[in-house]
């Protein structure tokens, strides 16, 4: 069964420190994404992966860093936490087609991080 | 500027009746649209998918339209259950590969009551 996992669940940090969240896909799809999600927007893009050792950047990366280290795991790195990157964050992989085909865009159930 | 409208924001029915969540874009092009439902807290789960000019899919009691020309979707679910509470969002492709860009609504929170 395709799937996303993400960790952790929750994180809760202080102004100036540093998190990594953690994201593992098991679909064998090289397109792997970092989104955030605030009330009253839509998902915005922050970096995606098209493999391992490839980065692009989204559109709002200011702040955030990302590595793909293998095929499943891709990470985002807050290297100087502000509450202002307080948000949901999802995970997404994709087989390449961008979602156009059914069954082939998949989300993980996203890290809530609060930034104090 | 927003590019995905969703409405209504949000939306009180009561069980068993049915409901329509409507989506407007301006993206282009617009190669593929898809409708999640993202239960609170959690991840966004694909109901369906509409790639070609007036698509019609249906998965149960969600169905959806596409009408390219006017840039406007549908989604109808029919006689709701209480696990129909969720927020539906809709997503406009703007290209069928990894390439392109998904373009996000900010989603209709449904609320359904017994």
């Known amino acids: 069964e395709a799937a996303v996992t993400q960790s952790p669940r929750n994180k809760v940090t202080v102004t100036g420190g540093n998190v990594t969240l953690s994201c593992r896909q098991t679909?064998?799809?090289?397109?792997m994404y970092w989104y955030r999600q605030d009330t009253g927007h839509g998902l915005r893009l922050i970096h995606y992966?098209?493999?391992?050792?490839?980065?692009q950047i989204g559109d709002v990366p200011d702040g955030y860093k990302a590595t793909r280290t293998t095929q499943e795991d891709f990470f985002l790195l807050l290297e100087l936490a502000s509450p202002s990157q307080t948000s949901l964050y999802f995970c997404?992989?994709?087989?390449?087609?961008?979602?156009?085909?059914?069954?082939?865009?998949?989300f993980g159930s996203g890290t809530r991080l609060t930034v104090l | 500027k927003t590019q995905v409208e969703q409405s209504p924001q949000s939306l009180v029915v009561r069980q068993g009746e049915n409901c329509v969540l409507q989506?407007?874009?301006?993206?282009?092009?617009?190669?593929?649209l898809r409708w999640f439902k993202q239960d609170t807290g959690k991840g966004l789960v694909s109901l369906t998918v509409?790639?070609?000019?007036?698509d019609k899919t249906s998965n149960g009691r969600y169905s959806a339209t596409l009408d390219k020309d006017a840039k406007h979707s549908t989604l109808h679910i029919t006689a709701t259950l209480l696990d129909d509470t969720a927020t539906y969002i809709c997503?406009?492709?703007?290209?069928?590969?990894?390439?392109?860009?998904?373009?996000f609504g900010a989603g209709t929170q449904l609320i359904v009551i017994p």
């Open positions: 997404a992989s994709s087989d390449g087609t961008g979602g156009a085909s059914a069954e082939t865009l998949y």
């Open positions: 679909n064998s799809h090289n397109y």
């Open positions: 992966s098209y493999g391992a050792g490839n980065l």
């Open positions: 989506c407007n874009y301006s993206v282009t092009p617009d190669n593929h």
């Open positions: 509409l790639v070609h000019e007036n």
């Open positions: 997503v406009v492709g703007d290209r069928g590969s990894a390439l392109g860009r998904l373009h």
